[in-house]
């Protein structure tokens, strides 16, 4: 006997499907946590580059060092959510344009899938 996964009648609902995957999923739990992120330590880096050059001590260098683990986070954020982004805006682009379920997945989005 061969076990597969199938959606269920929740998850083949237009409704849900637009309202969770677009808002709840892209929206929600990465467009707005990567623009606060961004913009965030894109102020907190300006500041600490301002007062860089006013004076340079062992407290700003630590500082600047901070400032770029924080940047590096961001883009680790950015690069981990981005197979979930694109598997997630070809079901919306899907959903949106041709007004159909993506039933039949492409063999990329099984190998996006697994890579997140």
Known sequence: ????????????????IQYYILIGNFVIMVLVPFVMLV????????????????????????????AMI????VLIFFVCSLP?????????FHLLVWRDLVTDWPEWCDQVSAVS
């Not at 924080?70 to 986070?73: N, R, V």
């Not at 979930?84 to 070809?90: A, G, P």
């Open 1 to 16: 006997e061969v076990l597969s996964i199938c959606p269920t009648e929740l998850r083949r609902n237009l409704l849900y």
């Open 39 to 66: 913009i965030l330590n894109g102020y907190l880096y300006k500041v600490i580059i301002s007062k860089r050059i006013i004076r340079s001590s062992t407290r700003q260098t630590r500082d600047q060092k901070i």
């Open 70 to 73: 924080l940047i590096t986070i």
């Open 84 to 92: 979930r982004v694109v598997i997630n805006t070809y079901e919306v």
